[in-house]
């Protein structure tokens, strides 16, 4: 369904559960980022109302996304870490060139966007199928369900602002990237680790 050309094994779930702080941390701030760049979307294509209308509702979902994970960390006497720079998206970002069509910008950001949120629920499910933690395996399930919901909508969009075939071109390019990136992952503590 996610399009993924790599799939994560069990062992990084194995990774996570023994550094949980490490990974609801990580996990906390890539809620709070994923808020923010909905956030400069609307900033930056604020004429595009439909756009507006969903980014505003995802930045608010991943804000109490965000509030939900903290609150989980605080019930378990877990302090929020401080933020770590995410390689995983700054290595998505930088594949594509940069370009002075707006147009193309969007749809690099919403490619890149929906593919974080593809990975994001790839690991959600891995990481609940793999809990003995009922809360957490539940707590990740849900949130699985509400990443996939993003995916479509970041993909749909980029569908809609430009030929279905010059996105779809891009995206599958994106996607072996991705793959290859994610090759060299899977032994640290967070969630695109």
């Known amino acids: 369904m996610l399009g993924l050309q790599f799939e994560t094994e069990t062992s990084w779930a194995e990774i996570a559960k023994d550094n949980l702080q490490q990974i609801l941390t990580d996990h906390a701030f890539l809620e709070q980022k994923a808020a923010s760049n909905a956030v400069s979307i609307i900033i930056n294509y604020s004429e595009e109302t439909e756009l507006v209308k969903e980014m505003s509702n995802i930045a ?106 010059i996105v779809n071109e891009k995206w599958n390019a994106l996607l072996a990237f991705e793959a290859e990136l994610m090759k060299e992952r899977g032994n640290t503590a967070k969630i695109h680790g």
């Open 60 to 165: 608010i979902e991943e804000m109490q996304h965000f509030k939900m994970v903290h609150l989980l960390m605080v019930k378990r006497g877990m302090v929020l870490g401080r933020e770590q720079k995410n390689d995983y998206a700054i290595r998505l970002q930088k594949f594509f060139k940069k370009t002075g069509d707006r147009t193309d910008a969007l749809i690099q950001r919403l490619l890149v966007a929906a593919l974080i949120e593809a990975r994001s629920c790839e690991r959600f499910k891995v990481f609940s199928e793999n809990m003995e933690d009922e809360e957490l395996s539940k707590f990740y399930n849900n949130l699985m369900i509400s990443e996939a919901g993003h995916y479509t909508t970041f993909l749909q969009f980029a569908r809609q602002y430009q030929d279905k075939e």
